[in-house]
């Protein structure tokens, strides 16, 4: 028996690009790339080795994402394809590409700020939400209120455009 | 074959019967290297993993029943995302726990098939809440200690559970900010709303001594891999100092005996009883 041999570079860079086009489960605007939680795509001893990073610790979607990543692979013919969990460094929303906050702000859904910085010492405390700097994916006013810090999924909350009254959700910086 | 729609990837012919995604769970570690560091006893950090993961298991049970209970619509949805956080923290540390142990134990295993006595969280976790002024007292407790120790487990000697860690302190950061601004909005409502705030810390009080009690866990682990408890102490008491100075109210005085890890309230055993009915009712089963 031979031992399995090294995905080719070529096949790497194939499989890079497939699995950076699946469509998220929650967000199907968006594809893992977009998402930036594609981590790496590298050779592995036996077939490729898709590397992806969940967004939150109890995201449902995660095993969807793998499936749709395996199935999709094999498809094109790349044969074994491993995926994996890589939990370090952990996901922000600073890693949604340009192109992806285009995508989101094109479905109405408000793209994320710059992620909170987070100074030395003790993670501060927020006793008073910070001024909504959040504008309306549908007018482009910069007047709008947040209805609820918490939406349909984790990584959503809900604002109303106070301009066109259009309610929509944003991104939540983390 | 791809999907293009959620729907078709849950419907697939798969033949595992699922309904809905996140319902088939796999191995959440999978592909994680879990080795165990030169010099970590695995069994030790083993326990450790358990007992934290405990706390968010039992904490995300209780707060999953006030789902279609709660006060607003909002808050129920913010009470239910709190909760899939602490679920996703408990299957992480649960799984770790069955690999560090060398038990290959899954979280499915350690979840499902122990009984009170074999778990390991605090009590603080498993306490019922009278009303939602004592859910958010109890939160704040449990979020407060809990992003305190999170925040130095980032910097574990354990690699897996410095990076489980890291994405807690993320989540824990607005567990902590949505219950201290809740306490604040009853606390400076109504005089109603302030006696029944007043009356949620009370009855948390008294379980806050445990959290930071020594124990053979935490004292067998090196200092590298786990805090000692008693550390977690001066923050903990600088921020619930902030929020009770801002609502005016005091901190109640409840010298308490602290109850090691291990020892329940008569609570623990119906909150197990519901999360494991479907288990025991068919076990091995999938959905």
């Known amino acids: 028996m031979t031992a399995p041999a090294p995905a080719p570079e070529s096949a790497v860079a194939r499989a890079r690009d497939i699995a950076a086009a699946v469509p998220d489960p929650e967000l199907p605007m968006l594809t893992l790339g977009d998402l930036g939680i594609l981590r790496d795509v590298t050779a592995g001893d036996a077939g490729v080795v898709v590397w992806i990073t969940p967004t939150y610790s109890g995201c449902p979607a995660l095993r969807e994402m793998s499936r749709d990543v395996v199935a999709r692979l094999a498809a094109a013919g790349l044969g074994d394809v491993q995926v994996r969990t890589s939990l370090s460094p952990p996901w922000s929303t600073d890693w949604i590409t340009p192109a992806g906050r285009r995508k989101l702000a094109a479905a109405g859904v408000a793209p994320p700020g710059p992620a909170p910085r987070r100074p030395a010492g003790p993670v501060p405390l927020t006793l008073t939400p910070a001024p909504v700097t959040v504008t309306c994916p549908a007018c482009g006013s910069a007047d709008t209120a947040r209805t609820a810090a918490f939406g349909a999924t984790a990584c959503r909350d809900l604002y109303r455009c106070q301009a066109c009254a259009e309610p929509f959700e944003h991104i939540k910086e983390l | ?287």
């Not at chain 2, 899954?106 to 859910?135: I, K, M, Q, S």
């Not at chain 2, 020892?263 to 091995?284: C, F, I, K, Y």
């Open chain 2, 1 to 287: 074959m791809g999907f293009d729609t959620a729907y078709e990837a849950i419907t697939e012919e798969s033949g595992d019967q699922r309904w809905a995604f996140g319902t088939g769970f796999a191995d959440p570690l999978a592909g994680v290297d879990t080795s165990v560091p030169d010099g970590v006893a695995g069994a030790d950090l083993a326990a450790y993993c358990l007992a934290i993961g405990d706390d968010a298991l039992i904490m995300s049970q209780r707060l999953q029943e006030w789902l279609a209970r709660a006060p607003e619509l909002e808050e129920e949805t913010a009470l239910a995302n709190i909760a899939l956080d602490l679920l996703g923290q408990a299957r992480l540390l649960l799984t770790r726990a069955g690999h560090a142990d060398g038990s290959g134990r899954t979280e499915d295993d350690l979840a499902y098939g122990r009984g009170p006595d074999e778990f390991r969280n605090v009590r603080l976790a498993e306490v019922g809440d009278a009303d939602f002024g004592g859910l958010m007292a109890r939160l704040l407790v449990f979020s407060t200690w809990r992003l305190a120790l999170l925040d130095r487990l980032r910097a574990s000697a354990d690699p897996v559970l410095a990076a489980i860690a890291a994405k807690g302190v993320q989540e824990l950061t607005y567990h902590r900010d949505y219950a201290a601004q809740w306490l604040l909005r009853l606390a400076l409502g109504t005089s109603y709303s302030r006696e029944r705030m007043a009356a949620g810390l009370a009855a948390v009080a008294p379980l806050t001594a445990d959290l930071f009690a020594d124990s053979d866990l935490e004292l067998r682990l090196s200092p590298e891999v786990a805090p000692r408890p008693a550390e977690l102490r001066a923050e903990f008491d600088e921020v619930l100092a902030t929020v009770l100075g801002r609502a005016s109210l005091a901190w109640p005085d409840a010298p308490a005996r602290p109850a090691p890890r291990g020892e329940h309230t008569r609570e623990l055993g119906p909150l197990l009883d519901e999360l494991q009915s479907v288990a025991r009712a068919h076990p091995g089963a999938t959905w």
